[in-house]
């Protein structure tokens, strides 16, 4: 996102608005009102109008002067980060994870808890969970809530569409939560989310054709072009779980072998753990977070150097590290981003393999680079990325914003 223009037209106030906020907040080090001119297109009166507006109502504070050159010292503006809030909640089915953010990006709370094993449990203790994130917080202005939730969704109806990961069957998510918690609610994707909390954190640098890899009990993938997402027609872009990265890999439900899907998935790699003696014996009925409690001996096991363990993760990282250089060629990526709750297990296995793969046969490799880093965030990156489109939708100027004001 490298900020948006500004319009000098009339009745464009609550639009121009949103862009002089947004140039503020993307400033870490602060900017003055003739750099907003600058940087908005908007006059000088304009700004100075605007900027007396966010002032008063607390959004924006006047901090050091900066002396540069000849002339009257600037005085540098900032974000109050704590004249806005969002609360995003992440359902993956190793846990229900929350995270309160503020208008700066930054996490002021976040909490974690086991997944309920139903859609009604589980709306009744993100319920809980905001009470007792609001309870604890004093908050001046909160804009929503933001949902992350397995795909593929119905983004327009808020439904979750029989999420493979999921045993939910088709659940109106979105307005179960709304209701149960009153807050206005945005449902959306998981990996999308997560995505958004690399651009939200990242703002200042996020440039180019970014892919986002997520990989936790399962594996999916969302990209962004300037800090701006590629959601595709139905904003599922990225459910690509049946991409064969190993044609002599394990059979998928879908009738080939070797999905990137399956063969990342913690199932299959607890249950070949299970049928090589380094783990118990495989049980379909166990839960996600018991099949995690696996998952995390197994990568001691091989962290530890046992060669069997190792083995399995290394042919698994590079059957990831495949997937993710078919998927950065596809897009033409210049930085592959990682994260989810398998990641720091899977990181050592992964990130060899996809840069040596990268390098040998990456189609762009003459042309230029693809890093390939982790994410900051954590397990809260699709907690924090529901938070962050929250806060986006809220307060970043969009066309729709645009329209609506010149209605
Ligand atoms: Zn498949």
């Known amino acids: 996102m490298s900020g948006r223009r500004g319009t000098n037209l009339p009745r464009m106030g609550d639009y121009n608005l949103r862009v002089v906020l947004d140039q503020i907040r993307r400033s870490r080090t602060g900017v003055s009102r003739i750099e907003l001119s600058e940087l908005t297109g908007l006059s000088a009166q304009t700004i100075t109008n605007l900027v007396t507006r966010l002032i008063a109502d607390r959004r924006v504070v006047e901090g050091a002067r900066h002396v540069s050159g000849p002339g009257k010292p600037r005085t540098m503006l900032h974000v109050r980060p704590e004249s806005g809030h969002a609360i995003g909640v992440h359902i993956d089915p190793l846990a229900l994870t929350v995270a309160l953010v503020d208008l700066s ?170 049928d090589l003696g380094l783990l118990e014996p495989w049980d379909p009925s166990l839960p996600p977070w018991r099949i995690e409690v696996r998952m995390e001996r197994l990568a001691a096991l091989a962290a530890d150097g046992d060669a069997r363990a190792r083995d399995l993760l290394e042919v698994c990282g590079r059957r990831i590290a495949h997937g993710i250089v078919l998927v950065a060629d596809l897009l033409d990526a210049d930085r592959v981003v990682v994260g989810g709750a398998n990641w720091e297990r899977m990181r050592p296995y992964v990130v060899p393999a996809a840069t040596e793969e990268l390098g040998r046969f990456g189609t762009m490799r003459d042309l230029h680079a693809v890093e390939v880093e982790g994410t900051d965030l954590g397990i809260w990156v699709g907690a924090v990325g529901a938070a962050s489109l929250v806060l986006d939708r809220a307060l970043s100027p969009h066309a729709t914003a645009l329209l609506s004001a010149a209605e």
């Open 105 to 274: 990006g930054a996490v002021v709370d976040r909490r974690v808890q086991p997944l309920p094993p139903t859609a009604a449990e589980t709306v009744d203790l993100i319920a809980a969970e905001v009470r007792h994130v609001r309870e604890s917080h004093e908050l001046e202005h909160l804009h929503g809530l933001g949902v992350a939730a397995p795909g593929p969704i119905d983004l327009d109806a808020g439904r979750m569409v029989r999420p493979p990961l999921l045993a939910w069957g088709d659940v109106p998510l979105r307005d179960l939560i709304r209701s149960a918690t009153g807050l206005a609610t945005v449902l959306e994707k998981d990996v999308t989310a997560a995505m958004a909390a690399e651009i939200w954190q990242r703002h200042h640098t996020l440039r180019g054709t970014t892919l986002f890899t997520y990989l936790g009990y399962g594996i999916g993938f969302a990209f962004a072009r300037d800090g701006e997402l590629l959601t595709g027609a139905s904003g599922n872009a990225g459910e690509t779980g049946h991409i064969i990265v190993d044609a002599d890999g394990p059979p998928c439900w879908c009738g080939n072998r070797g999905c990137i899907g399956i063969a990342s998935s913690m199932d299959y790699l607890v249950e070949q753990g299970g």
